[in-house]
Each structure stands twice: as structure tokens, then as C-alpha cells.
């Protein structure tokens, strides 16, 4: 079954787009940079051939470099054999606490963008000044130009960019980061200070470009087509440029590779879900590694930093944890996305835990016929079945499963027609969507899965991650189709079935959740104004009401995830305090 996207303004994205945006998410790290043996407790990475290694002995200590650079965060850097490189908790923190800002060794704007927003700043374009030279950078102001330090080195290389990543089939943005971060290489080594210690205050400052080196390739891993095209294409592309900035070609693929697995994306200031640009974050990717139920989340600021922050309160000593993929993923989708973009095998708590006793098990769920009151408990694929590329999970025609309430069994190949039939349904909606951009068919067809208020959506549980992926798309058919009532009750459905995970244990302020939230004050102030325009007092008083909780949650949450003063907070306050306006 398809992931849930959280994507408000637009439908959910395929599984290959799922992949690509994937490439542009952090990795989690290991003890040694030049090796893919274990990761720590929450984690394995793969490897093509296991061979038995000897014991590394004791791991390295954490540069001192980087312990510097986060002297003034309440986080203790570490690399033990069980867990690697990680933070932790240097004292007991609450919700909404900042932990690290790191400003990008490099960072691009995504070409969708390029002429929309400021390659420096990020911001919105409203006044545009470009390069003449290579009309490829987009400033706001004569301030963020000045301040771009690297493009006179990389103007005339720009120009060529495009038209060597469509020749080589390699996606040109990765050959713009890969030009800036060699550019950052070069600043350093002519302000001789690569290897200096900072001081803790200068946080505007980008991470050197040597703590690139520390970082996981995955190399290893790698498509050989990607290895092959992206060493032709910096065959070109080092032709280009002055001879102090070429390297082997054997390690700008490597530095490629690293970006893949290590880069971390920078959301808009005021869309929801977008990433409108990436950058790499050396501290970042290093030493915070993932867990499917985080304690942490990363934020794109603008200027090309990223800070991450608690969404919960932390102990001390705890391991500071954030997720790279979608949280209401069933478990198996969970570990295919990152064993095919991050290369290693989720252990953290939440995946090692027994599927019985977990919120996973209503991702999958299908209603028990008996007692109605939990599901057939479905195992996880092993690692072999994921690589095989067996999702939904191959189930054997002579099993039986159990529900995890009443212990009813059902055979395994009810369960298969009731999954291929709600997977039909879903592929008939998306495509009625998609390609013929059908709104009405596609909205009967998503309302049948759906089906907010009962498990009649071929005997899903409310929480199947199909539902709640199906759900997404309904409401913005029934918006585009004017159905705005129709809209806040799907909407209502998925805000409810997200805090229905929260009080199962999974995160309760999660950048998704507010933008729903923020959503629902939205159609409900339309829905508002529609009464109003009708002269009906109580029901419009009644959908302003409704409008001023959901934002006052949505700013309760970005508070939180993202800090009262982020633009998409500010945003919010500005949709909330104009709803008895």
C-alpha cells in the first residue's frame, strides 16, 4: 500500500517520486565514515556480501572540532559501538527546544524554484535582480548579492549546467550542489580557515567543506548507472573550471553519493510540505540519527540553516533522534524507502517492536470480522521480502491470522482480496485524478475507500495508512468540486486519526499535523464566510469558532516543531487573529 503524503496543496506523490525526494533527506551515520558496518541499536546498514569483520576495538572520539562547534547546545556529541555517531541529551529539555543550527556548507535553490525565490536568503522573490552573466542566480537584494561569496567562481560553469545534466541524464541540481560545495572548498582553502575552531556565536558561518569527508558515501550501495553518468557528467563539467577547484572524478562521485544520502531539504517559509531547496549539512547528517517515532524534528530557516528542535520533552542522556520519512507509513513501507535511498535496515524501537502490540499493526489493518474491535495481525517482511521487492507483504496461501483482541483467524487469502480490492479502488481514484483530471469520479471512488465515519472502506481499520492516503486527495477533490462541508470532514477525520497516533505514543507536534490543522481553520473560515453571506448567524459564528481552534492548534504545534517567531508560525497567528475580523 501506498505511504500517506502529507502534501495539503497537492495529491500524494507516486512511489518513484517518493524515492527521488527521498535522495534529498539525511542518513543516518556509523561509527567509521569509511566503512557500511553497523550503525547502533537502531539501525543496520547493508551490505552486498556479509563477511565476518574484526572487532574495530574502541570507536574514534568526536573531533573536537565539532564538539566546538556545538558547545552552546544542551547536546552531548558521541561514537560508541552500539549506536555510533549520535547525540544525546546533555540535560533533562523540554518541547520546542533547539539543539542545533548549522548554516549549509552549500546549498541550491531546486530548478522548479530557481527564478521564485533568493539563492541566498531563500525568500520570496518580489523585487528579482539576476546575474547578467550566467542567468542562472536570483538575488532579492543588492545585500544577498554581496553576500554570495562563491558565485563568481561557479558563474560561468552554471550556464553549462543544465545541458550537461540532460546529456548525462544526471539531475542538474545535483551538479549545481556539487559545484557550490567545491566552491566552499575553494573559499576556505583562500580564507585559510578550514580548520579553525569558531567561535560558538558565529553560527552564520558554513560549516567547512572538510566535514564533508566525515560523512557516509553508501558508495558501495549505489546504482553502477549513477556511478557511470555521474562521471561523465563531472568530466564535463571539471572542463569547465579553474584548475584549483578540479578534483579526481573518483571523488566527486563519491561527493555525489555523499549528497544523496546525506542532504536535508529546506522547506518554503509559508507553503506546506515544499522543499524548495537543499543543501548539506555536515553536523546535521552526522549526528542525528533517525527513528521512526522521533524526538526531534529538522527545520529549513531561511539563509540556508537548519535547526533541529525537541517535539517532545527529552531526558537526559537520551538520544536525540529525528525521522526522514513518513510517520504514518506502514512498517514495511517504512524500511523499503530507507533501505533503497538510505541503505540500511530500520531497528529502532518502533520497527523492532512486536507488530501485536504496536500501532503498526493498524497501518495494515483490516477489521476483525468477530469482535470489530482490532485487527488481523499481519508480520513484517523480513529484509529478503523488502529487497525482493514484495510490498504488501507476499502472504502464504495456508497461513491464518490472528486478531490481536479476540485471537479470531481468518485465512490469509481473505486478507489478500480484501488488500487487492482497496488497492483497486485507490488506482482508479488516483488515476480518474491524475490523468484525466476527472474530479468527480475520482472523489467517488476515494469516498468509497475513505468512508470517514465507519470500517465499511472493505473492512479497513480507521487508521490503515490507505485511508488516511486516500483521504488527502478526496478533500481536495470535494474543495475543488466546491463540496466545502464535504472537505472539513475529511479534513476532521485526518486531523483525528493523526491524534489518535499521538495518544498511541507516536509524535503529537509534527510539521503534517499543523499544516492539517491550519487547513481546517482555513475551510472552515470559508465555510464562515459563506453563511455570512447568507445571513446565517449561527451556523457562521458556529464555523468561525471551529476556524479559531484549529489555527490557535496549528500555532500550538509550529510552536513548537518550528518556533513562535518561523514565518509559518507568524502566518498562522495572522490566519487566526483575522477569523472575527
Not at 561527493?255 to 536535508?264: F, G, Q, T, V, Y
Not at 524507502?337 to 530500520?346: A, E, N, P, R
Request: glycine letters at 4%.
Amino acid at each position: 500500500m501506498p505511504s500517506s503524503i502529507t502534501q495539503i496543496d497537492d495529491y500524494p506523490a507516486s512511489k518513484e517520486q517518493c524515492r527521488e525526494i527521498s535522495k534529498h533527506l539525511p542518513n543516518n551515520n556509523d561509527a567509521n565514515p569509511d566503512t557500511t558496518t553497523a550503525t547502533g541499536d537502531n539501525t543496520t546498514s547493508v551490505k552486498k556480501k556479509k563477511k565476518k569483520k574484526p572487532s574495530r576495538g574502541t570507536p574514534a572520539e568526536v573531533n573536537p572540532y565539532y564538539k566546538q562547534a556545538m558547545q552552546s547546545f544542551p547536546v552531548m556529541l558521541r561514537n560508541t559501538k552500539t549506536k555510533g555517531r549520535h547525540a544525546a541529551a546533555a540535560e533533562e529539555l523540554t518541547e520546542g527546544t533547539t539543539v542545533c543550527l548549522e548554516q549549509a556548507t552549500a546549498y541550491v535553490v531546486r530548478s522548479e524554484f530557481a527564478d521564485q525565490h533568493c539563492h541566498v536568503c531563500l525568500d520570496v522573490l518580489t523585487t528579482k535582480l539576476m546575474c547578467q552573466d550566467c542567468r542562472k542566480a536570483f538575488y532579492c537584494s543588492e545585500a544577498c548579492l554581496g553576500r554570495d561569496d562563491t558565485h563568481t567562481l561557479v558563474c560561468s560553469t552554471l550556464r553549462q549546467i543544465d545541458s550537461i545534466g540532460h546529456a548525462t541524464s544526471v539531475e542538474p541540481d545535483l551538479l549545481r550542489l556539487v559545484t557550490l560545495l567545491l566552491a566552499r572548498r575553494q573559499r576556505d582553502v583562500e580564507n585559510n580557515d578550514a580548520f579553525q575552531q569558531r567561535p560558538s556565536n558565529e553560527i552564520e558561518r558554513p560549516t567547512p567543506f572538510w566535514c564533508t569527508n566525515d560523512l557516509i558515501s553508501h558508495r558501495e550501495q549505489a546504482d553502477k548507472a549513477f556511478i557511470r553518468v555521474v562521471a561523465e557528467a563531472s568530466e564535463r563539467l571539471m572542463s569547465e573550471w579553474e584548475e584549483s577547484m578540479r578534483i579526481p572524478v573518483d571523488d566527486f562521485v563519491t561527493l555525489a553519493c555523499r549528497i544523496n544520502s546525506n542532504a536535508h531539504g529546506l522547506g518554503d517559509s509559508q507553503g506546506r510540505n515544499t522543499d524548495v531547496a537543499f543543501g548539506l549539512f555536515p553536523l546535521g547528517a552526522m549526528f542525528f540519527n533517525h527513528a521512526c517515532n522521533p524526538n526531534c524534528a529538522f527545520v529549513g530557516l531561511r539563509n540556508g540553516q537548519l535547526a533541529f528542535r525537541t517535539i517532545r520533552p527529552v531526558s537526559r542522556e537520551e538520544e536525540l533522534t529525528v525521522s526522514y520519512i513518513d510517520l504514518y507509513a506502514p512498517r514495511d513501507e517504512r524500511r523499503q524507502v530507507l533501505l533503497g535511498s538510505k541503505h540500511f535496515w530500520c531497528k529502532c524501537k518502533r520497527c523492532t517492536s512486536p507488530i501485536e502490540a504496536s500501532t503498526d499493526r493498524y497501518l495494515t489493518g483490516v477489521v476483525c470480522e468477530a469482535c470489530h474491535e482490532d485487527v488481523y495481525v499481519i508480520p513484517p517482511s523480513t529484509m529478503d521480502n523488502i529487497q525482493a521487492g514484495d510490498l504488501p507483504v507476499k502472504i502464504s496461501e495456508n497461513a491464518e491470522y490472528k486478531c490481536a483482541k479476540c485471537s479470531n483467524k481468518t485465512a490469509a487469502r481473505s486478507l489478500q482480496t480484501t488488500f487487492e480490492q482497496a488497492q483497486k479502488i485507490y488506482m482508479e481514484g488516483m488515476i480518474s485524478l491524475r490523468k484525466h483530471r476527472d474530479y468527480r469520479r475520482a472523489q467517488s471512488k476515494l469516498q468509497s475507500l475513505a468512508k470517514v465515519s465507519s470500517y465499511e472502506a472493505c473492512n479497513l481499520h480507521p487508521q490503515n495508512a490507505l485511508r488516511l492516503n486516500a483521504s488527502i486527495p478526496l478533500m481536495n477533490c470535494l474543495r475543488h468540486n466546491d463540496d466545502i462541508a464535504g472537505a472539513i470532514d475529511v479534513n476532521r477525520f485526518i486531523v483525528e486519526t493523526m491524534e489518535k497516533y499521538a495518544k498511541q505514543y507516536l509524535p503529537r507536534n509534527t510539521a503534517e499535523i499543523s499544516d492539517f490543522y491550519q487547513n481546517l481553520g482555513e475551510l472552515c473560515k470559508t465555510m464562515a464566510e459563506k453563511y455570512n453571506a447568507l445571513g446565517r448567524r449561527p451556523l457562521e459564528k458556529r464555523y468561525r469558532n471551529e476556524a479559531k481552534s484549529a489555527f490557535d492548534h496549528a500555532i500550538q504545534v509550529r510552536s513548537v516543531v518550528f518556533g513562535s517567531c518561523h514565518p509559518k508560525t507568524k502566518f498562522v497567528m495572522e490566519q487566526a487573529a483575522s477569523v472575527f475580523v
